[in-house]
C-alpha cells in the first residue's frame, strides 16, 4: 500500500487498466488514454443527483433477490454514513455501485446505463415525459414559475396525464424545472418505490423533478407482449389494466420511421429533422432556404400533412433563432476590438447555447433509445412526438428569442454601451426574461466593474479596449493632470450608474493619481481608503448590480469621501491652498489696506515718471520696503516670497500708474486651483481696483491741497471764485469715488468673498474648491463691470476716471499759478517795508507800474482759469450722467441701487431728462408689482 501510495496517478490508472482487461501495458494504451480522456473531461450528468433514489434503488434491488436482511443492514449502514458526514459524494459511489451490480448480460434498455430511463416510473400511456438535466451554472440563480404556457397545453388536453396538464411549467435551455443554489431539486415522494403517490392536497413538487421522472422506460420485450415488471409498475389507480404490443420486426419499424409506402413522410422522421433543425444542420426534408431566410420543408417533392408541417414550421424557427445567436457570438468571439465586455457578452451567449445543446443531448439520447428498442413510434407510449417537442421546447424558444432581440439591439456597441443596452432589457414584467437578462447582465458587467475597483482602490486606468467610462489623455502633462487628463466618456456610462456615481468614480481616481504625481505623495491606497484593503475585485456582479443604491453606492461614496478628504488635508497642510487663497483676496484684490496705502506713497515718485523709465528691480525693493513696515511682514514666507511687481505692456503716453501691477507667482498642486486664466482675471481685477484706488488716493491730495491753501489765498479775493468751483467739483467727485469704492469693497469682494469661503469650508473635493473658486471671479469680474456686457459702463467709468486726473492736474495748475503770484506779492511788500525801514520811498513810480502791470495780467488769467474748470465741470457731469443712465438700464439689481446712491439728492436728474424718465420707469415698475 505505501509503494502505491506513492506511484503517480497515471501509473495507477494504467495499472488499473491492466487489471480490468487483463492485457499487457502495451496492450491497453488505447483504453488508458480513452480514460485519462475521461477523467479529465467535465461531463455533467443528465440525471438528478438525489441520494435518496439512489439508495431506495439499491433496497429494491436486494429486495427483489430477496435478500430483505442485507437490505435493512444497507439501510442501517446508510442512515450511519449520513449522519457521520465523512463521505462528500455519497451519491456518486452509491450510484457507481448500482450500476456495477448490473448484470452485463441483460439488454441495455433495462439496465442503469441510459440517463434518460434511470430511476423513471412509468406513466400512463398518454401520458407526455420530457427530458431532464440538472447540470447549470451556479451563478445563475433562476426560480422560474409554473405556469402554462398559452396556446399550448390548450391542444393537448388530458393527453398530459395526471398532474402535468395542470401544472406544466415553461421550461428554459439551462433546465427545465426549478433550481436552487443549495442543492438539487428534492424528488416527488410520489415516484419513489414502495410509496403511495401525492394526494390532491399535498405540494405540487417543482416541475423539472415531475418531468424527469416522467420519462418512459420500455423493455425490450422478450415475448408477444410484455407486462410492467414488479419493481417499476406504478400503482394500479395510475395505470388501470395493462394492455398487450405487439413487436414488429426490424425492417418494418425502419419503414415507420422513414416513412410509410405512399411516400408520405411520418413524423418520427420529422422529428428526427426537427433535433438537427435546432442545432441549425439541414435535415433530410427540413432545409434552410435563403431566398426567404427560414428553414421550410418543400412540399414540392416531399408529401407532409398539413398539421406535421405547421407544427414543423414552428419548431423549425429554433434553428433560425439558434443560427442568428451562434452566428453573432462566434464572429464577435474572433474579434479582439470587441473588448473584454463584448468577449464577455459572447461568453454569456456560448453558456446559453451550451445548456441549450445539453437539452438536446437528452433528446438525442430518448430518441437512440427509442431506435435501440427498434419500438414503434405510437403517440400513446410517451415517444418523441413533433406536439411533446413544442411543448418541450417553449422556454427555449422564448429565451432563443430573448438572446435573438438582444444580440440585434446590441450589433454595433461596445463596453459600456453594450452594457447599458443589456440592462435595458431588464425593465420587464416578465420574471424569466428578467431573470436571463441579469445573470447576462453581471457576466457582461464583470469587466467594468472590475476595471471600476482597480480605479477607485488604485488610481490604474487597465482600459486597453476603451471600454470604459473614464477616459485618459496621454498627451497631457502633469501641470494639466486635474483638469484635461482625465475625462468621462459619456456615452460609455452604464445606465445602471448615475452621472452623480459616474462623476464621483471619476474623481476618485483623479484624485489618486494627482496625490501621486503632483503631489508626490506616496501613501499606499489602503492608508486612503481604509475600505480598499477587503475590497476585492467584485468576482460576484450579480450582488452589486442587485443593489445598486445599496452597497454599490456605499462603495463608492466611502471611497469617494476618503479619497477626497485626503487629498484636501494635503494640500491645506502641506501646501497652504487656503492661506494662499487668503493672500490672494489681500494682496491682489487690495484686502490689506495699510500695505497697500504705504505702498502708493512709496510708489508715487516714481510712477508718476513715465513708464519707460521705471525699472522692476527698483519697484521690487520698494515693495521690500511696504511689506517690512506694514502687517505683511507677519505673513507665512511661502506666501511673501511669491508676491512680486509685474509691469504690464507700454503704451505711448504711459504713466508708472497705467503699466505698474502686483504679481503672485504659483507652481506645484495649488497651480491646479490657480491656473494661468485664473491668474489673468485676478490681474484684470487689480489693475481695476488699483486704477479705482488711485483715484481715491488722487482725491485725497486733491483736498489735502484745498485745505493746506485756503487760508493763504484769502489775501487774494480775485480767486475766490475759482476756488469756490473747484471745492464744488471735488466734492461731486468725491461723493462719486466713495460710492463706487463702496461698492466695489463691500457689496462685490466681501460679499463674493464671503460666499467663496463659506463653499469651500464646506468642500467634499478639490472639484469643489475649483469651482467655487471660478465662481467667485466671475462674480468679481462681472459686477466690477470688467465682463463683454459691461463694455459701455466700464468705458464711461474710465472717462470719469480720466476726468478726475484731468482735474487734479488743472487744480495742480491753478494753485502753482496762484501761489507764484502769492509769492511776487509777498516779495514786493517785503522790499517796500524794508525800504521804508531805511526811510526811503517804498516804492518808485516804475516799481509801482510794473507790480500793477503783473497783477493785471494774472487777473486776466482767472477767467480762462473759469473757463477751463466750467468745461471740465460740464464734461464730468455729462459722462456721470450718461453712467447713471446705463447704471438705471442695467439688469443687475445692485447697480440699479448703485445708481439711487449717486444721484440721491436728484441732482443729476434735474438735468438729464433719460434720467428722469428712466427713474420714472422704475419707480412706476415697482410700484406696479407691489
Known amino acids: 500500500m505505501a509503494t502505491l501510495d506513492q506511484k503517480s496517478p497515471n501509473v495507477l490508472l494504467q495499472s488499473l487498466c491492466c487489471r480490468v482487461t487483463g492485457k499487457s501495458e502495451a496492450e491497453v494504451a488505447h483504453q488508458f488514454q480513452y480514460a485519462v480522456r475521461v477523467i479529465g473531461s467535465n461531463y455533467a450528468p443528465t440525471i438528478e443527483r438525489d441520494e435518496i433514489v439512489v439508495s431506495a434503488k439499491i433496497k429494491q434491488e436486494l429486495l427483489k433477490q430477496r435478500r430483505r436482511e442485507d437490505a435493512d443492514i444497507f439501510s442501517g449502514l446508510h442512515k450511519k454514513l449520513q449522519g457521520q458526514g465523512v463521505l462528500k459524494h455519497r451519491w456518486s459511489v452509491l450510484y457507481l455501485l448500482l450500476s456495477l451490480s448490473e448484470d452485463p448480460r441483460k439488454p441495455s434498455s433495462s439496465r442503469v446505463g441510459p440517463y434518460s430511463s434511470l430511476f423513471a416510473q412509468p406513466l400512463p400511456r398518454d401520458a407526455h415525459s420530457t427530458p431532464f438535466y440538472c447540470t447549470r451554472p451556479q451563478s ?14 390548450s391542444g393537448l388536453g388530458p393527453s398530459l396525464g395526471p398532474g402535468l396538464g395542470s401544472s406544466l411549467g415553461t421550461s428554459g435551455i439551462s433546465s427545465l424545472g426549478v433550481y436552487t443554489l443549495n442543492g438539487p431539486t428534492p424528488t416527488p415522494q410520489s415516484l419513489l418505490a414502495g410509496q403511495p403517490p401525492q394526494s390532491a392536497a399535498a405540494p405540487v413538487p417543482p416541475l423539472g423533478s415531475r418531468l424527469a421522472w416522467a420519462l418512459p422506460v420500455n423493455p425490450a420485450p422478450s415475448t408477444a407482449t410484455a407486462p410492467p415488471s414488479s419493481a417499476t409498475a406504478p400503482p394500479s389507480s395510475a395505470l388501470g389494466p395493462p394492455t398487450a404490443r405487439t413487436v414488429p420486426s426490424p425492417k418494418m419499424t425502419r419503414t415507420r420511421r422513414d416513412g410509410d409506402m405512399t411516400g408520405e413522410v411520418t413524423e418520427t422522421a420529422l422529428v428526427r429533422d426537427i433535433l438537427y433543425v435546432f442545432q441549425g444542420i439541414d435535415g433530410k426534408f427540413i432545409r434552410m432556404s435563403n431566398q426567404e431566410d427560414c428553414y421550410k420543408i418543400d412540399s414540392s417533392k416531399v408529401a407532409v400533412s398539413k398539421s406535421l408541417h405547421d407544427l414543423s414550421s414552428r419548431l423549425s424557427e429554433l434553428g433560425w433563432l439558434h443560427n442568428k445567436v451562434r452566428k453573432y457570438a462566434d464572429s464577435r468571439s474572433l474579434d479582439r476590438a470587441f473588448g473584454l465586455v463584448g468577449q464577455s457578452f459572447c461568453a454569456s451567449l456560448h453558456e446559453e447555447l451550451k445548456e441549450y445543446y445539453r437539452l438536446l443531448s437528452v433528446l438525442h439520447s430518448q430518441l437512440q ?127 445602471f450608474i448615475t452621472m452623480d456615481q459616474a462623476r464621483k468614480v471619476l474623481l476618485i481616481g483623479k484624485s489618486i493619481n494627482f496625490l501621486h504625481q503632483v503631489c508626490q505623495d506616496r501613501t499606499p491606497p489602503g492608508k486612503i481608503t481604509p475600505v480598499s484593503k477587503t475590497a476585492e475585485n ?23 469621501h476618503d479619497t477626497s478628504k485626503y487629498l484636501l488635508d494635503v494640500l491645506n497642510r502641506n501646501y497652504l491652498l487656503l492661506e494662499h487663497l487668503q493672500a490672494m483676496r489681500r494682496y491682489l484684490l487690495l484686502g490689506q489696506g495699510d500695505f497697500i496705502r504705504h505702498l502708493m506713497d512709496l510708489l508715487k515718485p516714481e510712477l508718476a515718471r513715465p513708464a519707460t523709465t521705471l525699472y522692476q528691480h527698483n519697484l521690487t525693493g520698494i515693495l521690500e520696503t511696504a511689506v517690512r513696515a506694514t502687517n505683511a511682514q507677519f505673513d507665512h514666507v511661502e506666501i511673501l516670497k511669491r508676491l512680486d511687481v509685474r509691469l504690464l505692456e507700454v503704451s505711448p503716453g504711459d504713466t508708472g500708474w497705467d503699466v505698474f501691477s502686483l504679481d503672485y507667482h504659483v507652481d506645484g498642486p ?18 481695476f481696483l488699483w486704477r479705482a484706488k488711485r483715484m481715491e488716493y488722487t482725491l485725497t491730495d486733491i483736498w489735502k491741497g484745498q485745505m493746506c491753501n485756503a487760508k493763504l489765498l484769502k489775501t487774494m479775493p480775485e ?131 510794473e507790480e500793477q502791470r503783473r497783477i493785471k495780467e494774472f487777473q486776466e488769467m482767472i477767467p480762462k482759469m473759469c473757463s477751463q474748470l466750467r468745461i471740465l465741470t460740464h464734461f464730468y457731469q455729462s459722462v456721470v450722467q450718461q453712467f447713471l443712465v446705463l447704471l438705471m438700464t442695467s439688469p443687475d439689481e445692485s447697480l440699479r441701487f448703485l445708481s439711487f446712491r449717486l444721484d440721491f439728492s436728484e441732482h443729476y436728474r434735474a438735468r438729464e431728462p433719460r434720467l428722469r424718465a428712466s427713474l420714472g420707469t422704475t419707480r412706476g415698475r415697482r410700484l406696479s408689482s407691489i
Not at 142 to 149: E, F, I, K, Q, S
Open 369 to 495: 433509445v427509442e431506435d435501440e428498442q427498434g419500438l414503434p413510434a405510437l403517440p400513446s407510449d410517451g415517444s418523441l412526438t413533433l406536439r411533446r417537442l413544442l411543448v418541450w421546447m417553449y422556454e427555449p424558444k422564448f429565451r432563443l428569442k430573448t438572446l435573438a432581440a438582444l444580440v440585434d439591439f446590441c450589433h454595433g456597441r461596445k463596453g459600456g454601451e453594450l452594457a447599458s443596452a443589456v440592462h435595458s432589457y431588464t425593465k420587464t414584467g416578465d420574471p424569466q426574461m428578467r431573470a436571463l437578462i441579469q445573470h447576462i447582465l453581471s457576466l457582461v458587467s464583470q469587466p467594468i466593474l472590475h476595471c471600476l475597483c482597480r480605479w477607485i482602490y488604485d488610481g490604474e486606468l487597465d482600459d486597453t479596449y476603451h471600454e470604459f467610462f473614464v477616459a485618459s489623455d496621454p498627451n497631457v502633462k502633469t501641470d494639466r493632470l486635474w483638469h484635461d487628463k482625465y475625462s468621462l466618456r459619456k456615452s460609455m456610462i452604464p445606465s
Open 140 to 153: 445563475l440563480s433562476l426560480a422560474y414559475g409554473d405556469r402554462p404556457p398559452s396556446g399550448l397545453t
Open 538 to 560: 467584485p468576482t460576484d456582479a450579480a450582488v452589486l448590480l442587485s443593489d445598486l443604491e445599496g452597497a454599490f453606492q456605499e462603495k463608492i461614496d466611502a471611497a469617494y
Open 670 to 687: 495649488i497651480a491646479t486651483v490657480f491656473t494661468r486664466e485664473c491668474m489673468g482675471h485676478y490681474l484684470r481685477v487689480f489693475h
Open 719 to 849: 480767486l475766490s471764485g475759482v476756488l469756490h468751483q473747484c471745492h464744488i467739483l471735488a466734492s461731486e467727485m468725491v461723493h462719486f469715488i466713495h460710492q463706487m469704492q463702496y461698492y466695489i469693497t463691500f457689496e462685490v469682494l466681501e460679499c463674493s468673498w464671503d460666499e467663496l469661503w463659506n463653499k469651500v469650508q464646506q468642500a467634499q473635493d478639490l472639484d469643489h474648491i475649483i469651482a467655487a473658486h471660478e465662481a467667485f471671479l466671475d462674480s468679481v469680474i462681472c459686477r466690477c463691470l470688467l465682463d463683454n456686457n459691461s463694455r459701455s459702463l466700464l468705458h464711461q467709468l474710465r472717462s470719469i476716471f480720466d476726468q478726475i486726473i484731468e482735474f487734479q492736474n488743472a487744480q495742480d495748475s491753478l494753485y502753482r499759478s496762484a501761489l507764484g503770484e502769492l509769492s511776487l506779492r509777498l516779495q514786493f511788500e517785503e522790499r517796500k517795508k524794508q525800504r521804508e525801514e531805511e526811510g526811503q520811498w517804498g516804492v518808485t513810480a516804475e516799481q509801482e507800474a
